[in-house]
């Protein structure tokens, strides 16, 4: 269907234009393929000249794909701010090891 963002979220969920910090592939689930887990290091892939940081993100049936990116831009966030959660653990094995 047709959905018209304003009218559902209002005036403000529509910009017309908005920095870009990270890139969500949606890829489809195959067996086999296998997926950064962790994130000690995200690659980067260049847009528009900048290279920004990628998530490789998979895609099953019945997974709210919604929740799955909006954890991943929290957790871009929390990045930013200060270690991650992955380097945070490693840092817990690595330190009590």
């Known amino acids: 269907g047709i959905l018209f963002v304003p009218e559902l979220y209002g005036a403000g969920a529509v910009l017309n234009e908005c920095a870009i910090?990270?890139?969500?592939?949606?890829?489809?689930?195959?067996?086999?393929l296998e997926y950064e887990r962790?994130?000690?290091?995200?690659?980067?892939?260049?847009?528009?000249?900048?290279?920004?940081?990628?998530?490789?993100?998979p895609m099953r049936p019945a997974t709210s794909l919604g929740v799955i990116v909006e954890a991943a831009a929290r957790d871009h966030r929390m990045r930013a701010r200060g270690p991650s959660a992955a380097a945070?653990?490693?840092?817990?094995?690595?330190?009590?090891a």
């Not at 969500?24 to 689930?29: F, S, V, Y």
């Not at 962790?38 to 993100?57: I, Q, S, T």
């Not at 945070?88 to 009590?96: E, K, N, P, S, T």
């Open 88 to 96: 945070r653990l490693d840092a817990r094995f690595v330190g009590g």
């Open 21 to 32: 910090d990270l890139v969500c592939r949606l890829e489809r689930d195959r067996p086999g």
């Open 38 to 57: 962790v994130g000690l290091e995200r690659p980067l892939e260049e847009v528009g000249g900048v290279a920004l940081p990628v998530v490789r993100l």
